[in-house]
C-alpha cells in the first residue's frame, strides 16, 4: 500500500508499506498527482492489452456481439437501438 506523507519542508513524499521505502520525495502535490494518473494508464493500458491477447487466442468471456446488442436494445431508448447486420 502506498501512504503521502507530507515532509517537513512542506513538499510531499509517497511511501510504499510494501516494501518499507519512499517510492517519491520532494514532490509537489500536482507532482503525486501527475505520478498517479501515469500508474492508472499505465495499469489500465496493460489490463486492456491483456483482454485483447486473449480475444485474439480465442480466450473470450465476454458477450458476443449478437448477445450485447439484443441486451442492448432491450434497455435504450429506440434511438439508441443498434441494428444486428
Known amino acids: 500500500m502506498r501512504q503521502i ?3 517537513p519542508d512542506g513538499l510531499y513524499a509517497e511511501y510504499s508499506t510494501i516494501v518499507d521505502s519512499f517510492i517519491l520525495t520532494d514532490c509537489t502535490k500536482e507532482e503525486i498527482i501527475k505520478n498517479a494518473e501515469k500508474e492508472a494508464a499505465d495499469k489500465a493500458r496493460k489490463d486492456c492489452e491483456a483482454v485483447f491477447t486473449d480475444i ?3 480466450i473470450d468471456f465476454s458477450l458476443r456481439w449478437d448477445e450485447a446488442v ?3 436494445n432491450k434497455n435504450c431508448s429506440p434511438e439508441e ?3 444486428i447486420k
Request: charged residues 50%; glycine residues 8%; hydrophobic residues 15%.
Open 5 to 7: 506523507i507530507k515532509q
Open 56 to 58: 485474439e487466442k480465442g
Open 81 to 83: 437501438r443498434i441494428e
Open 70 to 72: 439484443k441486451n442492448h
